[in-house]
């Protein structure tokens, strides 16, 4: 009756088929539109900082402002240190948590375990700085490589967790019951038949937290602080890549910028190569599993 | 005969008990990990409540209403503060919702394979930049932009309107607006293309089946698809409110509420970023701290609605 009727009006179709038309090339323009500041800002990037990237900057400590050269080693050091810290406990608590969630999936705590973790996810990262603060600074009285790496593991957790159930879960249930089948208990069948099958995606997971949290500013600023040399142990103030280019960013010197750019450049090829890593091994997972 | 029976018996039960203990360990220690979490999660609150105590027996409720921040008087109110996190955020979301249906429509209904896979690759690039990346780029490429070409015309187009008009300094409300829009497309565009994909094909058949042209089809399935996108946009405006960096670096840091999207302002996250380190005394420290509580809640009070409403949706699309 209705299609009948929508033919039938020709002065109206017309109509419909011009707003057709416009919805659906608004919809390509907006995703053209997305990918404008993308390249942009991956090319502006490189641009600017591309001429700062020499083997000074990677090996030598900052310069004082008027002095050529110099690098932020302490800084991509101190980076690798907070983040290593940040893994090393973010890392086992959300693959754990996330193995209950998938595994144990028809209990009340399980689904409590998933809405915290979505919670988790939410909260902004500085929070997560004043809650390092409080907890470790505040108690030892200084900044440290610690605390930082306290504040990152949190921000880790929810990522992990979520990678690894998803993960798990897409491991066919037969593979579950052929195993136990076997006499194989249950604990060893998830560790080492389950966990093995999604190995991949759950290193995606990793990879992902891990370049997240690389990039992370906020939460340092106030716990690992920063440092123009090498800190002197992980329980003193650490220069680290991102906090090093935010306080670059914005000092009034052009030799500053310069080396941020070249930072800046730094942490978007690390995201890009992630990001590529991350995409092949979830492609060859999906080829697997169809 | 019987014997052998009997032998075989008791060692199946042995493994069972051996087993059982194991598998038991095995899943409480799990579990102790997920716990950990809401232990965490619970913690975090406690700590802010406890360490912005000073600040809220000062001020009481008092501390959201006023707009007076100065340190040196030991004078905290962070409505200012509130004001700038409110109007970035609503500014970006009014910017990246349109763009982010476009983009969810392209992808799902629209897009042939390799376009679908190349673009939404670059859209999961796009979300993995650190913030401070696009801070940066605002502070020497988008704000002068807005200063010099986007404010003025704005200004000489809708400048009876009070947001677009007064003076153009390129940092300020509209551009972190704008900063921020760029931050949440390619969550707001990622989950509604994932809600879009599970209404039903079979829908969008019997559209065609009536006659429906293509975008009167995709219309249908936004409707239906209408509370998960409301949830992929909240989400959206929970992580804007949230921000640092980015904000921090192109809203300007001024605390006022001025009336134009052009003034600088000043944002929840920002003032904690800016002034936490060096904070001048124990009462300072802890009206920062109770701004980050103001900021946990709302936050957590988005994010909750966000995640109902995107259960809800998926879940039923996908029981059918």
Redesign the interface.
């Known amino acids: 009756m209705e299609a009948a009727e929508l033919l039938g009006n020709s002065g109206n179709l017309k109509r419909r088929k011009v707003i057709n038309i416009i919805m659906l090339t608004l919809s390509v323009i907006s995703a053209l539109a997305a990918i404008i500041p993308l390249v942009y800002i991956f090319f502006y990037t490189a641009a600017a900082g591309i001429s700062s990237i020499n083997l000074d900057f990677f090996t030598e400590l900052p310069k004082p402002v008027g002095e050529p050269g110099g690098g932020i080693a302490n800084a991509i050091i101190g980076s690798i240190e907070i983040v290593g810290i940040g893994a090393a406990f973010g890392i086992p608590v959300g693959l754990l948590a996330g193995i209950y969630v998938a595994e144990y999936s028809k209990t009340m705590v399980a689904n409590l375990v998933k809405f915290v973790t979505d919670v988790l996810s939410g909260i902004p990262s500085i929070i997560v700085g004043i809650f390092a603060y409080g907890v470790i600074v505040l108690q030892s009285k200084n900044f440290s490589a610690f605390a930082g790496g306290f504040a990152l593991g949190i921000l880790m957790i929810p990522t992990v967790t979520r990678m690894t159930e998803e993960m798990l879960k897409l491991v066919p249930l037969s593979l579950r019951e052929a195993s136990l089948a076997l006499g194989i208990p249950r604990w060893k069948t998830t560790l080492r038949i389950v966990l093995r099958t999604a190995s991949g995606g759950i290193i995606t997971g990793i990879l992902l937290a891990i370049a997240r949290a690389a990039g992370e500013t906020a939460p340092l600023l106030f716990t690992s602080f920063g440092n123009s040399f090498w800190a002197e142990s992980l329980d003193s103030p650490t220069a680290s890549l991102p906090v090093q280019i935010f306080n670059y960013a914005i000092s009034p010197y052009e030799e500053w910028h310069n080396k941020a750019w070249a930072g800046a450049f730094v942490l978007i090829t690390l995201v890009f190569v992630i990001s590529l890593i991350v995409r092949i091994i979830t492609k060859n997972k999906f080829h697997q599993s169809v | 005969m019987y014997l052998f029976r009997k032998k075989e018996n008791i060692e199946l039960k042995e ?1 069972k008990s051996k ?1 059982h203990i ?2 038991l ?3 409480k ?10 232990f ?2 619970f ?2 609150i406690y ?2 409540y ?2 912005s105590e000073a600040s809220r027996q000062m001020f009481g409720w008092g501390f959201i209403t006023s707009p007076e921040w100065e340190p040196v008087k030991e004078k905290f109110g962070a409505l200012t503060f509130v004001y700038g996190t409110v109007v970035s955020s609503l500014i970006a979301l009014a910017i990246a919702l ?6 969810a ?3 799902s209904e ?2 042939p394979q390799i376009i679908k896979t190349t ?1 939404s ?6 979300a ?10 605002g ?3 988008l704000a002068p932009f807005m200063r010099n070409v986007v404010q003025p015309f704005l200004e000489s187009a809708l400048g009876f309107i009070p947001f677009f008009s007064g003076t153009k300094i390129g940092f300020g409300l509209l551009t972190s607006g704008i900063v921020l829009a ?1 931050m949440i ?2 969550i707001i ?1 990622s989950i509604s293309r994932d809600v879009l994909k599970t209404i039903p094909q079979a829908q969008r058949e019997a559209a065609y ?8 089809a ?2 249908m399935a936004l409707l239906n698809a209408k509370s998960g996108i409301l949830g992929a946009t909240v ?1 959206g405006l ?2 804007a ?5 980015a904000v921090t ?1 192109v809203i300007g840091n001024r605390a006022q509420i001025k009336l134009s999207w052009f003034e600088p302002a000043y944002s929840m ?1 920002s003032v ?2 800016n002034e ?2 060096e904070a001048s005394g124990k009462l300072h420290l802890s009206a ?2 109770e701004v ?1 509580l103001v ?2 809640a709302v ?2 009070v ?3 609605m ?2 109902l409403l995107i259960y809800s949706t998926t879940k039923k699309m996908t029981v059918k």
């Open positions: 493994i087993t194991t598998d360990l095995f899943e220690t799990t579990l102790l990990f997920a716990l950990l979490i809401i965490l999660v913690w975090i700590e802010m406890k360490d349109p763009v982010s249906l476009g983009i429509v392209f992808l629209l897009a673009l690759f670059l859209i999961e690039i796009l993995a930049i650190p913030s401070i990346v696009f801070g940066f780029w502070i020497f490429v760029i497309i390619p565009s089946a009536l006659g429906a042209t293509r975008w009167e995709i219309k989400l929970g992580r409110v949230g921000e640092t960096m670096m996250a904690i970023a936490f380190a920062l701290i980050g900021l946990f936050t957590f988005i994010n909750s966000a995640r």
